[in-house]
Nanobody, 133 residues
């Protein structure tokens, strides 16, 4: 049974940093990707960033580009998202997801993967990030 467990959320002031972790169990990393999404109350789930599990490429939404950075440790089956220069508008529940239909085959696309949350097979339970001004 695949489980994704996020951790690292919390409350910070604007300009602060957090590092989120997504630990996968029961999931064998293959040629696919993992993505991070967020959802604020009353808003749709938004794709934030995605990374191929081999680490060959990353992709970031414009809203976080230059502030967030993905990394992965395949030995620990864990993906990290370093979030710097946090803004109040970053406040949301953050979710990681694995195994997107947009990340396999010859037309693999990270932009497609973060634009289509429904394409992922596995989801974590989420971790709350709150940024105060």
């Amino acid at each position: 049974q695949v489980q994704l467990v996020e951790s690292g959320g919390g409350s910070v002031q604007a300009g602060g940093s957090l590092r989120l972790s997504c630990a996968a169990s029961g999931y064998t990393y293959s040629s696919n990707c993992m993505g991070w999404f967020r959802q604020a109350p009353g808003k749709e789930r938004e794709g934030v960033a995605a990374i191929y599990t081999d680490g060959s490429s990353t992709y970031y939404a414009d809203s976080v580009k230059g502030r967030f950075a993905l990394s992965r440790d395949n030995a620990k089956n864990t993906v990290y998202m370093q979030m710097n220069s946090l803004k109040p508008e970053d406040t949301a529940m953050y979710y990681c997801a694995a195994d997107s239909s947009y990340c396999s085959g010859p037309y693999s696309s990270l932009p497609g993967a973060i634009s289509n949350p429904g394409s992922y097979r596995y989801w974590g339970q989420g971790t709350q990030v709150t940024v105060s001004s």
